[in-house]
């Protein structure tokens, strides 16, 4: 009996984690992912991409962000869609995009223009570098 004792002290630890993560997100979340943490779950996403139809612009694209371009001024440059607010999509709410670029989307840390945090996903309408600047 003291072995089913020792695995429920466990579970409740984790469930200490989970609780310190929640409350700890708003406020630091690129030490709580640095960790290893979840982000907090999210109904909405405030989110930028690039959209190139061919691979080989998209890897253009990647390289000005590797070499320290900011998301924006890179989005202006290379997407081939209506986003030219610097490929910005405003705030999207789950279920409002295409099912493969929002599960990399909301599963992104937001990040900052001039330091970015990106995601590459294909998708029907091309190949995407997703960046996502809040949550809520």
Request: aromatic share 6%; net charge positive.
């Amino acid at each position: 009996m003291a072995g089913s004792k020792k695995p429920a002290d466990k579970g409740a630890k984790g469930v200490d984690k989970t609780t310190k993560a929640k409350g700890s997100s708003s406020t630091n979340d690129k030490a709580g992912d640095a960790g290893g943490g979840k982000l907090k779950p999210a109904t909405s996403i405030n989110v930028r991409h690039i959209l190139c139809e061919k691979h080989s612009k998209k890897e253009e694209a990647l390289t000005k962000l590797r070499d320290g371009g900011k998301f924006d001024d890179v989005a202006r440059e290379f997407s081939e869609d209506k986003a030219r607010q610097g490929g910005s999509l405003g705030w999207k709410i789950r279920g409002s995009l295409d099912t493969t670029f929002e599960k990399a989307a909301y599963d992104l840390e937001p990040s900052t223009t001039g330091s970015p945090k990106y995601v590459e996903v294909k998708t029907g309408h091309g190949y995407h570098i997703i960046m996502v600047e809040g949550r809520k």
